[in-house]
Every structure is written in structure tokens, then in C-alpha cells.
């Protein structure tokens, strides 16, 4: 394949001329020259299995026998054995017979089993339109699995007609790999292929995630001048946002829109997507007042981008329970996934209130809720600590047909731990086991925080000694966790054994992580250590928090470290945060015992930055 390449200009993909056949004098002009045509002159099959004479049956009761054979064909499971007996004195071997049973069987699976047992039989001669009708039968039924096997089991080379039509089976099923290697087939025959299979290959490499062949691909249609269609802009300005390029997508669609072509509303949703992700709200504002201005009205997909992307955003969710209300209101119906999402997004920051009433709405409208829908409230009812309905929800749930899964546990057994019900918590953790139900790392770390919560950290450490012997990876999630509770009861080496391990397995710690180490560490007296694990979150460029700052300064003063601890408040006021009356005091009380001229001077000027930092601001 050619190296990839980005299109330079609008003009380079309409100024490139169509030249559908590259003519090629090297090549055979009949390329299917060596297959035999041999499927009709087998005028009886021979052997001890039959001794009467085939005839061709007329024309108008060729359709009458293929009927009656794709009858026995489909009714009887096996009929392989009775069929030459059934029809003793029919030519199987003809390929207007077979033409004939793939009209009537209608059903490819069936035609293709027939196929097998034909050519199975000892008289078959390969006849290349036998090949032709089955695999373009198999391709036709979106078969891309079959036909591939079926090409594979023979000595067989379609046309190119039906090569093309097969790829862009191939692109359909997501098979983009295999439709790649059938591409380099066509120079050996000296075809360029057709602008709908270059469109179905683009479109097919988009939805496969894979903007490095799609960037291939789109070289080597450059290359061979096939001049690209609105599909092919679509498909590009797809490409840019699955590369993260948002930017550049949205560039070629104005440039576009200058030239008179306006791609569908795909493309339009894709840039929405794109710009909600980065938050640029008002990127979105102008696609949809374009999409308008362009008599290409949004419809109910993109508001469902819209507001899927607002809800991820806690602080963004009222906007996008109010762009809802508004759909609403406008005439728009909000379908299942519209209603799962914004009930979940209203969960997330507790309006359990509105979320109930979009429950019950939905409802009314005769829409009703699927898993995912009674995860979302039953979520919503844990986080706020009714967890009566949510067990009560969680119970209709699974009364409705609906399976008990990883995620409807993880969900109670969160709720039940952030409100002080460990016990039940381990109680549903157990049932997990006995019901088949495979516990993953979010179960392990919701029991674990439950737990290290009631202050139990031998439990806790074997709930993660349980994890690692399911084969599952602790997460962030977990060493945060068991880490703040050994920094919290005082056990500051057992933490710094867990952040080895942290580390050694390559788990990114959380911010404030080290916050609570420094903390520790300053609790137990080690203020030495604490002032080098504070200087290493400075140096990585973290904001350690304010009361990690505080404590260490307590620590120092406490052990008559004057110095180091005025050296703490300097960083500390550095960052932003402002002196506590308690420290002030600590300090002055401190620093009165000392009666040292140059640590008063030292918490002067300190004062005065931070006095001349306050008017400024």
C-alpha cells in the first residue's frame, strides 16, 4: 500500500479524474481461461449409484422440479441420502438447476449445503458458474464469514465485480483486515476499484476505529484518480474525529459547506461529539445553528450526543437536563437511551426527585426501562442511602427477566458500603460466588473501602490478597484506600510497602496518596521523611493539600525545627493557600521560646508577602 496522506485540498479530491480500468498488456485477456466449462455436458452420473439417463428438463418445468427439490431440501434433515432416488432421472450437474433451487431455496446455508453435496459426487466436473452463483449468493446474504471459508475450501477466482461486492460485505461486518488483503489483489488484475467500494472501505475503517488505514486507503484512491463523492467527505470528517483531530474536521466541513456540499447529519454528530469531549460548548452552538441554516435539521441522534456528553460532566448536567426539557417541548420523544441517560446523569449529582419522575414518565409512555435504566436509579438510591427502594428496585429488576450481573452488585454493595452496612455488603459479596456471578476489581474495591472504612485492614489486605489470586490488577482505587487507612492508624511502613508494590506493578498513584504518607509520616514524628516525600510531590508538580502543609509544620515545630518548618509555610503560602490562625499561633508561641532574632525576621518577611500578596489580589 502507498504511504498514508491526508487530503492538501478540497480541489484534490474533484479534480481527479475516474479511471476505472487501468489496461494491462502483460495479462491474459481472458483471466478465467483456465477453469473448464464442463458442468453441462455431464449428461449422466455415472458409477453403480445411477444407470438412467439424464434429460434437461424444458425450460417451464425447471422452476416446478427446483421448487419440489429445495422442498425436500429444506423439509428433510437428510435428505443427502434419497435425493438421487427421490430424482432419478434429474441431471444435478446442470447450472441452470442450481440457478433455479438458489431462487427458490432462499435461503443460502441450505444452497451452499446442496453445493457441497453435488460436488461431492464422484462425476463432478468444477464448473466456474457454479463457483459464481454461490459465492455471489454468500456475499449477497452479507456472509462474509461463509463466503471467505467457501473461497478458501476452492481453487476459485471470482470476478471482479464480485471481488468488490465481497469487500464491501467485508467493510459491512467489520471485517476491515481481510478487505484489505482482497485490495491488493486488484492491481494484479489491472482493475481500479469503484468509488462505492472505496466509500464502503473509508466508512468501514472509521467504524473499525482505525484512522491509520483509513489514511491509507484514502493515498492509494488518490492514486489511482478516483474523484470522491459527499460520502467521501463525510467519511473524512469522520476520520479527523476519530483522530482526535476535531479541529481539522471541522475546518473541512466549512470548507465544504463553501463548495455547496452538505454531508448528512453523521458528520454534524461526530464534530458535536468531538467538541463536547474538549468542552467547547461553543463549537456545538455553531454546528447546530449551521445544520439549521442548512435545512439539515438536528434530529434526535444529536441531541442524544449532546446531552450523553453533558452528563459526563457533573457540573454540566442541569444544561443538559434542561436542552432535554426543551426537546421535549419542541415535540421531540426522547426514546430508551435518551431517558437512561439523562436518569443516570441526574443520579450522578443526586436529583433523585427528577430522575424518579423520567422513570415513571417514560413509563407512561409505554417505554420500558431495561437493565441499564433500573442500574441507573438503583445507583441513584445508594448514593443518597435509600437503599429500601434500591433493594426493593433491585428485587423488580430481576423479577422482570432481567440477570443479576457484575455491575447491579458492584452497585448495591458500593451503596452499602458508603453507608456503614459493610456487614450486608460481604453478605451480597458472597452471594456473588455462589450464583456464578464473577466478582471483578470494582467489586474487590468497594468491599475494600467498606472495610478499611470500619478500620479492618488485616481483611482488607486479604481481600487483595484474593484479587491478585483471581489474576485480577489492584487499580489506583485500591492502594488509595488501604494506604490512608495505615497512614491513618499510624502504620506509616506497611503504607510505604504498599506504595512499593504500587509502584513495582505499575499502578499510578492518586494525587493525594502521597498526602496522606507525609501525613503519617508527620503524625508518628518522622519529620525528616516527610519533608523528602514533600519535596518530591513539589518537584513532580503536585499541589500537595493544605492540612498536609499544616501537619508537617506541627511536626517541625514540635521538634524545635524552626528552620524547616518557616521553609514549609514559605512553599505553602507559594501555592496558594492562606495562613490558619492555629499555625500562626504555633509558630509565635514557638519562636517566643526561641527568642532567635533571625527566625523573627524570617516569619516576618514570610508575613509581609503574604500581606502584600492579600492587597494585591
Request: hydrophobic share 35%; with cysteine.
Amino acid at each position: 500500500m502507498s504511504s498514508a496522506r491526508r487530503p492538501s485540498s478540497l480541489s484534490n479530491l474533484f479534480l481527479r479524474q475516474n479511471s476505472r480500468t487501468i489496461p494491462n498488456p502483460n495479462l491474459n485477456p481472458n483471466p478465467y481461461s483456465q477453469f473448464r466449462n464442463l458442468g453441462g455436458g455431464g449428461d449422466e452420473l455415472g458409477g453403480e449409484e445411477s444407470v438412467h439417463v439424464h434429460h434437461q428438463p424444458k425450460p417451464e418445468s425447471l422452476t416446478q422440479i427446483a421448487k419440489e427439490v429445495s422442498r425436500v431440501v429444506r423439509t428433510r434433515s437428510r435428505w443427502e441420502q434419497t435425493l438421487l432416488s427421490d430424482f432419478p432421472t434429474l441431471n444435478f450437474f446442470d447450472p441452470n438447476l442450481f440457478q433455479e433451487l438458489l431462487k427458490q431455496q432462499n435461503n443460502v446455508f441450505l444452497s451452499l449445503r446442496f453445493f457441497y453435496w453435488v460436488s461431492s459426487r464422484r462425476d463432478f466436473v468444477p464448473d466456474k458458474l457454479f463457483f459464481d452463483m454461490i459465492f455471489d449468493a454468500l456475499v449477497e446474504a452479507k456472509a462474509a464469514n461463509a463466503a471467505k471459508s467457501f473461497l478458501n475450501s476452492t481453487d476459485f477466482t471470482p470476478k471482479p465485480a464480485s471481488l468488490e461486492a465481497y469487500i464491501r460485505c467485508m467493510c459491512e461486518n467489520g471485517s476491515i483486515e481481510d478487505a484489505l488483503k482482497v485490495f491488493d489483489e486488484f492491481p494484479k488484475l489491472g482493475v481500479c476499484l469503484s468509488l462505492e467500494t472505496w466509500n464502503s472501505a473509508l466508512l468501514g475503517s472509521v467504524r473499525a476505529g482505525r484512522p491509520d488505514i483509513f489514511w491509507k486507503l484514502y493515498g492509494e484512491m488518490m492514486d489511482c484518480g478516483v474523484a470522491g463523492d459527499v460520502d467521501t467527505f463525510e467519511y473524512l470528517i469522520q476520520a479527523f474525529c476519530v483522530d482526535n483531530n476535531v479541529s481539522k474536521g471541522y475546518k473541512l466541513l466549512r470548507q465544504v459547506l463553501e463548495d455547496g456540499v452538505v454531508p448528512s447529519n453523521v458528520a454534524f454528530n461526530k464534530l458535536i461529539s468531538g467538541f463536547c469531549k474538549r468542552g467547547n460548548y461553543s463549537r456545538v452552538s455553531a454546528l447546530l445553528h449551521t445544520m439549521i441554516a442548512k435545512n439539515n435539521f438536528p434530529d434526535i441522534f444529536t441531541y442524544q450526543e449532546i446531552i450523553s456528553k453533558l452528563c459526563k460532566r457533573r457540573k454540566m448536567v442541569p444544561e443538559g437536563f434542561r436542552i432535554f426539557n426543551d426537546l421535549k417541548d419542541r415535540g421531540y420523544a426522547p426514546d430508551k437511551v435518551m431517558y437512561t441517560t439523562m436518569i443516570h446523569g441526574l443520579c450522578k449529582i443526586k436529583w433523585i426527585g427528577d430522575a424518579r419522575k423520567l422513570w415513571f414518565e417514560m413509563i407512561k409512555k409505554g417505554i420500558v426501562p431495561n437493565e441499564y435504566t433500573y442500574n441507573s436509579l438503583i445507583y441513584g438510591l445508594c448514593k443518597i442511602g435509600n437503599l429500601k427502594d434500591a433493594m426493593k428496585l433491585y428485587k423488580e429488576m430481576c423479577f422482570r427477566g432481567y440477570k443479576e450481573t457484575a455491575l447491579s452488585s458492584n452497585i448495591l454493595i458500593r451503596g452499602m458500603c458508603l453507608h456503614g452496612r459493610t456487614e450486608e455488603a460481604r453478605g451480597l459479596f458472597q452471594e456473588m460466588s455462589e450464583k456464578g456471578i464473577a466478582r471483578d476489581i470494582i467489586t474487590y474495591n468497594s468491599l475494600i473501602q467498606g472495610v478499611c472504612k470500619e478500620g479492618n485492614t488485616a481483611e482488607s489486605m486479604n481481600l487483595l490478597g484474593e484479587l491478585l489470586e483471581q489474576g485480577l490488577q489492584p487499580s489506583t482505587a485500591t492502594y488509595t484506600a488501604l494506604i490512608e487507612k495505615f497512614c491513618e492508624t499510624g502504620d506509616v511502613d506497611e503504607a510505604k510497602k504498599l506504595w512499593k508494590d504500587m509502584q513495582n506493578r505499575g499502578v499510578k498513584p492518586a494525587a493525594h496518596t502521597r498526602d496522606s504518607i507525609i501525613t503519617g509520616l508527620s503524625k508518628e514524628g518522622y519529620a525528616a521523611e516527610g519533608m523528602e516525600w514533600l519535596a518530591a510531590m513539589l518537584n513532580s508538580k503536585l499541589r500537595p493539600r493544605k492540612q498536609t502543609f499544616e501537619r508537617l509544620i506541627e511536626c517541625l515545630s514540635q521538634g524545635d525545627k524552626l528552620d524547616e518548618a518557616l521553609l514549609v509555610l514559605n512553599y505553602m503560602l507559594s501555592v496558594g493557600y492562606a495562613l490558619s490562625e492555629c499555625i500562626c499561633c504555633l509558630l509565635v508561641d514557638k519562636l517566643c521560646e526561641k527568642n532567635s532574632d533571625h527566625l523573627e525576621m524570617y516569619f516576618g518577611s514570610i508575613l509581609q508577602k503574604e500581606i502584600t500578596a492579600s492587597e494585591v489580589s
